[in-house]
């Protein structure tokens, strides 16, 4: 799509639509199955050195392939046998890297650019965006026109089906290397990694290691709730609002007693003095609670 060439009536327009339809996906189906004949082709070559490999290595060698094609050692054919996907990813980059050297320096005297320049169109043209900055075959003449136009279209062809299987073989190890990441990622909360904690059944239940000298901390998080009539799981933390709906006796009380010692007018009811009545603000209240205590004694 260098854009270059454009319909500009309404019919050239309307059947430029309808053949784009079938014309790309024609086009894609191409290079589907020049990619499936690369990616056979390949595997044959690589499976042959392989078998050259093997028998340059000796009876060692053969023994090895056995028992790595079948546990049992049984079979010792290379049927199984399947090369790697970084292998074919680094020869087709090398194919499309020599289609573009070898077309750059066929573009670079006849159009006119420098060798990056030439580079850079190939690129351009090999991936099917087709920017338009660089444009092969508008001038009106070249020397030997036709040898270059054939030339051109060969080039551009088995650039485009060279980078796109690329493409798509670049596609798997991405994936493998996200899936990768991700499994790294879950891994992290798993149990069978060692120091790792494997996370507890609540999904935001909150299991803290609470001080020594605070045994009885509370949490100011709220955290799910147990579902077992009401009562909590050893370990379960208490949310605010429940502590509060829990407490309220014990919080008017405590709030009557501060207000009373800010105010310099202790409870009457424990007027009586021995020893444990002093105090300011939370040591009047534990005070209060020791004479109320050794009152009922």
Known sequence: GFGMATPVTVGGRVFLIFYGLVGCAATILFF???????????????????????????????????????PSGEVDSL????????????????????ISCCASAMYAPVEGWSYAESLYFCFVTFSTIGFGDLVSSQRATYTNQTLYRAGNFLLILAGVCCLYSLFN?????????????????ECRGC??????????????????????????????????????DGRRMSGEMISVKDFLASNKV????????LSE?????????????N???RGVGALAIMNNRLAETSVDR
């Open 79 to 98: 049927d199984d046998w399947k090369p790697s996907v970084y292998y074919v990813m680094a020869i087709l980059g090398g194919a499309s890297l020599l």
């Open 191 to 228: 149990w069978r990694c060692p120091g790792k904690r494997r996370a507890g059944p609540h999904c935001n239940a909150v299991h803290p290691v609470l001080p020594k000298t605070r045994p009885h901390a509370v949490s100011v998080e709220t955290v799910c709730d147990s579902e077992t």
């Open 275 to 277: 020893g444990f009545s």
């Open 169 to 185: 073989v670049s596609s798997i190890v991405i994936k493998q290397f996200l899936n990768w990441i991700l499994k790294r990622m």
């Open 261 to 273: 010692t800010a105010n310099g007018g202790p409870r009457q009811s424990h007027s009586r003095f």
């Open 32 to 70: 589907n199955l020049f990619l499936e004949r690369i990616i056979t082709l390949l595997a044959y070559i690589l499976r042959w050195f392989h078998e050259r490999r093997i028998q340059r290595a000796g009876p060692s060698g053969l023994l090895e392939c056995r028992r790595d094609s079948s």
């Open 250 to 257: 014990s919080l008017a009380i405590m709030q009557k007693q």
